[in-house]
């Protein structure tokens, strides 16, 4: 039955591989349990109806990636998209979380919509390449300042804006620790770095009686606080629609850089380097994005941490089927995620800053009026405390310096329109 639903005997696997690859993925990106209920909490979200939205989002989304698409990448709530909805719609912006899920699931619906059409490939390939860089090095680095903020390490200075830490408190301590922890092992090609590094650090502070045990297992908490929450007429608001453009955009170019990055690893794509069933994986993940806004939680997408998966056997669909399993069972793991401190987690966003920033190496930086657009796009989301606005000052700034320096063939009318349209935003619209 397994073999004529996924067709492992046609993808050269077995099910011992998949269950193993899956596993292997589970590790990878497990550490999510724990660090998106630390991020939405802030919003004022009840954090152990994040946890089980959480997993359950990324059950779902895992499922019908499996089922939909056949294709081992598994889903969950997107990191960097979790940090724009908290610290930019609800915490800079003002407002309501569930106003923001709102938003998440309009950008679902048009994501969807997108993928029914066949007019993500029109947007996709309207942006440059370059630009798409500094759009995830300035997530990346959104996600720096968040996590250093959060651990300790940078604090507020009225003369200087920002400014260094008590560096002799356990936090910085801990957090800086569990970094090195997760790069070491990252290195060493060690299975689960993150999640081992956020464990050792929790483990470690328990035993330093920093922080109390709350147990490893127990009934799932209540969903309730968050379920069916979302405030979508509130998310029609005028002032929002860059802010469902950023979840839809961010979650765009996210799923399709990791789908073609997995896939390509699995050798799932075709001698042009197109996936046959891309369309397939973009309904499911779509739908994946619309479920997690019901149930309380940013936006589910596509995780790169699969490569993992991939890279111990994963060639099918039944690899994300296991991804959806381990995540249901974690249901019952809530008191362990409770237990878990900030500064535990501040690594994980670290590091995970460390993987989107490095595809500045790409940039041709002799190139001024490419690197300045990129430069400004990468630098503008964390200093305005906001995604939206980096990619906003980044399309704008593209747009007109290829305009007057005469590179015409560099823009093109998606790149004109929607640079337009982020003027008016920011000029005549609420920030």
């Not at 993500?120 to 390449?129: D, K, V």
């Not at 300790?152 to 910085?172: F, Q, R």
Request: proline content about 4%; hydrophobic content about 60%; some cysteine.
């Amino acid at each position: 039955m397994l073999d004529k639903l996924f067709q492992l005997k046609a993808h050269n696997t077995t099910v011992r591989t998949e269950v193993i690859a899956g596993l292997t993925t589970f590790l990878a990106m497990a550490y999510i349990l724990f660090v998106n209920p630390s991020i939405l909490s802030a919003t004022g979200m009840d954090k152990g109806s994040v946890f089980v939205a959480t997993c359950l989002a990324a059950a779902i989304g895992s499922l019908l990636m499996g089922l939909i698409a056949n294709y081992p990448i598994a889903l969950a709530p997107g990191m960097g998209l979790n940090a724009f909805f908290t610290y930019t719609v609800v915490l800079h912006m003002g407002y309501s979380w569930q106003i923001a899920l709102g938003a998440v699931f309009l950008s679902a619906v048009l994501f969807f919509a997108l993928s029914i059409f066949k007019i993500r490939e029109w947007i996709i390939a309207s942006i440059p390449l370059p630009l798409r860089a500094g759009i995830a090095a300035g997530i990346g680095l959104f996600l720096a300042l968040i996590a250093l903020e959060g651990a300790g390490v940078v604090v507020d200075n009225p003369a200087t804006l920002v400014g260094m830490g008590d560096l002799t408190k356990p936090g910085p301590l801990m957090a800086i620790l569990g970094f090195l922890i997760i790069v070491v092992l990252e290195a060493r090609r060690v299975t689960g770095a993150v999640l081992i590094g956020i464990l050792a650090i929790t483990i470690l502070s328990m035993l330093l009686g920093l922080t109390p045990f709350a147990g490893v297992f127990s009934a799932p908490p209540s969903l309730a606080p968050t379920f069916l929450q979302l405030d979508i007429k509130g998310a029609l608001n005028v002032g929002l629609v860059s802010v469902v453009f950023a979840f839809l955009f961010v979650d765009v170019f996210d799923n399709t850089g990791t789908l073609l990055g997995v896939t390509k690893r699995a050798g799932l794509a075709d001698e042009q380097g197109n996936l046959p069933k891309m369309g397939r994986a973009l309904v499911a993940d779509s739908a994946a994005a619309l479920f997690g806004s019901l149930l309380g939680t940013s936006t589910t997408t596509s995780y790169v941490e699969s490569a993992a998966g991939v890279s111990a056997g994963g060639r099918t669909g039944l690899t994300a089927v296991v991804v959806a399993i381990l995540f249901l069972l974690s249901l019952f793991f809530s008191p362990l995620a409770s237990s878990v401190p900030a500064y535990a987690t501040a690594p994980a966003l670290l590091f995970v800053a460390v993987l989107m920033t490095s595809g500045l190496a790409e940039i041709d930086w002799k190139d001024i009026t490419t690197a300045a657009p990129v430069t400004v796009t990468a630098l503008t989301m964390p200093l305005t405390y906001s995604i939206a606005n980096g990619i906003a000052f980044g399309f704008i700034t593209w747009t007109v310096v290829k305009l007057l320096t005469g590179r015409l063939k560099e823009i093109n009318i998606a790149l004109v329109i929607l640079s337009l349209l982020f003027v008016i935003k920011l000029g005549w619209l609420s920030a």
